[in-house]
């Protein structure tokens, strides 16, 4: 994926960390480094629904030997792993 489509990637992400998980409260700060698992924004049920969300916002599936907590630390992260798995789909 290009940078551009990378930004994309970062800022529908963003939306749906802030308005699912955060109940679209910004006090949080949230930015592309907030650690999502330390901070409890993302467990396992949060996760799933990331996940489908990015199945269904993308059209990437992320393979279970990918679902670990370096993929899912902080949106950069997510990215990265979704941009790996959208080149590869492609």
């Known amino acids: 994926m290009s940078v ?3 930004e994309v990637v970062v800022g529908s ?3 749906y ?7 679209g409260d910004s006090s949080i700060g949230l930015t592309v480094e907030t650690p999502l ?3 409890g924004v993302l467990n ?5 629904r990331l996940v489908a ?13 990918k679902m ?19 080149q590869n789909e492609a």
């Open 68 to 86: 670990v907590s370096k993929h899912f630390s902080n949106i950069d992260r997510i990215a990265d792993l979704v941009c790996s798995l959208g």
């Open 37 to 39: 698992l330390e901070w």
């Open 53 to 65: 969300h990015i199945r269904d916002e993308f059209g990437v599936r992320v393979p279970p030997a």
């Open 13 to 15: 992400l963003t939306r």
């Open 17 to 23: 960390i802030e308005s699912h998980l955060l109940d």
């Open 4 to 6: 551009e489509s990378r």
């Open 44 to 48: 396992s049920i949060e996760t799933a």
